[in-house]
C-alpha cells in the first residue's frame, strides 16, 4: 500500500511516523461528535466552546493511543532484527509498515499480540485514574473516554480476521503446526469474512435509517476485504522467492571495460545477453552501469568512437548472488528497473532479470492450479 498524500510528523526509535490527509477526517469527526454529544450529555452546562477542546484533546489523544500501539507492534519487529520504515497514521488507525515477514511463527506471534496488548496497558491505566479521581467533571470524561477507546482498540484488533492483530495471531498459530502458505490463506479468509460481515451490518444500517454507520462499515468492510487479498499475495510471492538465491538465476555477463565503445556495447553485448542495463569497470576500479537507453539516444555514427564511460553512471542499486529473488524484486519494484546487476566483493559476476523472476511465480502459480 502506498501513503503519498502524508504529511511528516517526527521520527522516533528511527522509525518516521506520518500522518495521512484522511485522518482530519475521523479528527473532526470524533471533535464535533464529543463536543455535540458525548460531553453535553454527561456533563452539562459548560460552553460549546469548552466542549470543543475537550472534544479535540480527546481526539488528539486517541491518536496518540493509536500510534503506541502501532510502536509497541515495531519495537517487537525491531527487536528481533526486522526493519520498519514507518508508522502511517490514517482514517482507519495506524499501520506499522514492517518491512518484512516474521522470520518464525512466534517471532509472528509476539509481534502481533504486542498491539493489543500496548490499548489493554493504556486502558488499565485510564481505568486506574478514573478510580482515582471520580470527580463529576470533563476531565473525568476525558479519562473515561480513553479508558473506553484503548480497550475498544485492544478487542477490535483482537478479532481474528486477517489483516487484524487477531488474524495474525491466528495465522502463526496455524503456521506453528502446518506452512505460513496455508496459514496465511486460512486467516485471509477469516479475513474477508469478517469484512463481509462488516458490510452486512452496513446494509443493516440502511435499513435502520442510519446513513453515516452504514457508510463507515462498509468502508471498513471494504479496507479490510482488500486488505486481506493483498496481504495474501504478497506473502505468497514473498514466501514463494524467499526459497531461492539470486545465484541460481543470474546470468553470469562478462563487464565491459572502460575503453570499450557504444558500438561493442550495441553489437556485441546487446543482442547477445538481451539485458537493457551492462556493468562497466571505470579505470578507477570502480563499477558504473550503462543504460540501453542512453546509448540509443548516441547518433549511431558516433557508436565507435563514443567510450562507454560517457553514458556510464556509478553503480547504486545491486544484489550480491547470496540474497533472495524476493530481496531482488523489492529493489527492482523500489527503483522501477527490470534488472539487476549481481555483484560480490566489488566483482561483478552477472544479471538478475525481472521476466526469469516472473517466470518462476508462474511456473509456481500454474502448479497450483
Ligand atoms: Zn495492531
Known sequence: MEFAKSIPLFRVFGIQVNLDYSWFIVFFLITYTLAEYFYPYYYPNHSFLTYLFFGAISAILLFVSV?????????????????????????????????????????????????????????????????????????????????????????????????????RILRSIIWAKKDIITATKVSAFTGKAFAYFLML???????????????????????????????????????????????RFMRTIKPLLYNDTIYTLMTYYYPFYRSNIFPVIGNDGNIYVVSVKDAMKIPQHLWEKTSVMEIAKPLKVYVSPYDSLFKALKLMNKYQLDELPVIYNNAVLGIIRRVDIENLLEKYLTEEK
Open 67 to 167: 500510534l503506541l500501539h502501532e510502536l509497541a507492534h515495531s519495537l517487537v519487529a525491531k527487536h528481533y532484527g526486522i526493519p520498519v520504515k514507518n508508522i502511517n497514521l490514517f482514517i482507519f488507525g495506524g499501520v506499522a509498515m514492517i518491512e518484512e515477514e516474521a522470520p518464525s511463527p512466534k517471532v509472528e506471534f509476539l509481534i502481533a499480540i504486542a498491539g493489543p496488548i500496548c490499548s489493554f496497558i493504556l486502558g488499565t491505566i485510564f481505568f486506574l485514574l478514573a478510580y482515582f479521581y471520580p470527580q463529576d467533571d470533563l476531565l473525568n470524561g476525558l479519562i473515561n473516554y480513553l479508558m473506553y477507546v484503548n480497550f475498544a482498540i485492544a478487542l477490535f484488533n483482537l478479532v481474528p480476521a486477517f489483516p487484524l492483530d487477531g488474524g
Open 201 to 247: 451490518l452496513g446494509a443493516l444500517s440502511v435499513l435502520q435509517g442510519s446513513l453515516i454507520n452504514a457508510v463507515w462499515y462498509f468502508f471498513l468492510g471494504w479496507f479490510l476485504k482488500n486488505a486481506a487479498e493483498v496481504s495474501y499475495e504478497q506473502t505468497k510471492l514473498s514466501v514463494i522467492l524467499s526459497q531461492y538465491k539470486v545465484e
